[in-house]
């Protein structure tokens, strides 16, 4: 039989915290044991075949596996350890989760119930579908334009310079200067997009109308905004 310890705590048993505590601890129980037992199979061992590993007795192994006895911490991390198991335990208060887990390589998440309809419509596993979600989301390009329309601190002082530009002409011009062959005069281009709106072509070169602050603040800004779109353009490729 599967438990479902997360279903189980949503019902309610009573209004007594010491019933409550009571009636936690029991169902954890069943299913840790439930968990430790399939896991033993799992791994074609007998109770006996893994107290040997365990150097216990088989009584021993049978007092773990069983959910009417009290289990030491350390017991069950090594009977999980010589299943090549690991034990992931979180505490939660409030919106906050902490992992105490033994394993760092593993993360425990608070999920939200509609994730696991979201699942059950695509036919897969909870995990199943989220490690897809994840492999979606590390592949998606973003645009010149998605990249502009954002909250990246970069592309918001792009938006404050060229506040008189909409944002598909800021997105247009710098794509154009990205094809601008000659590194020096593709960072020249955007400094001057940056400096007072002059759009590709203008071969005017002469900024030096602003002051020595405004001016080393600018040629930091087009630093920051040409390694932004390096980046665009080279997962582009």
């Known amino acids: 039989m599967k438990y479902n310890f997360q279903e189980w705590l949503k019902t309610e048993i009573s209004d007594d915290p010491e019933v ?8 954890l129980r069943l299913y840790l ?3 430790m037992r399939s896991l033993r199979e799992k791994a074609g061992l007998t109770q006996g ?12 192994v049978s007092k773990l596996e069983s959910s009417l006895k009290d289990h030491k911490l350390e017991s ?3 009977y999980l350890h010589k299943l090549n198991a690991d034990l992931l335990v979180a505490v939660r208060q409030e919106d906050e989760l902490i992992q105490v887990s033994d394993n760092d ?8 119930e509609e994730i696991e309809d979201l699942a059950e419509v695509e036919k ?3 995990r199943e579908y989220i490690l897809a979600a994840i492999q979606n989301f590390s592949q998606k390009k973003v645009s010149v334009r998605e990249f502009i329309e954002s909250d990246d601190k ?3 002082k792009v938006r404050m310079k060229l506040a008189n530009k909409s944002l598909s002409e800021i997105a ?6 990205w094809q601008i062959s000659d590194e020096d005069d593709r960072r020249f281009a955007v400094k001057k997009l940056l400096a007072g709106g002059v759009s590709v072509g203008s071969n005017n070169r002469d900024i030096s109308d602003q002051n020595e602050e405004d001016r080393i603040e600018l040629l930091e800004l087009a630093e920051e905004l040409l390694e932004k779109l390096d980046n665009i353009f080279e997962e582009q490729e």
């Open 20 to 27: 409550i505590l009571a009636g936690k601890l029991e169902y």
């Open 49 to 60: 075949q893994l107290a040997e590993k365990l150097g216990v007795q088989q009584a021993a």
């Open 172 to 177: 247009s011009e710098l794509e154009k200067m």
């Open 33 to 35: 044991t439930d968990a």
């Open 124 to 126: 897969m596993s909870l």
């Open 105 to 112: 390589g593993m993360i425990l998440i608070d999920l939200p």
């Open 76 to 78: 069950v991390l090594d």
């Open 154 to 156: 970069v592309a918001v």
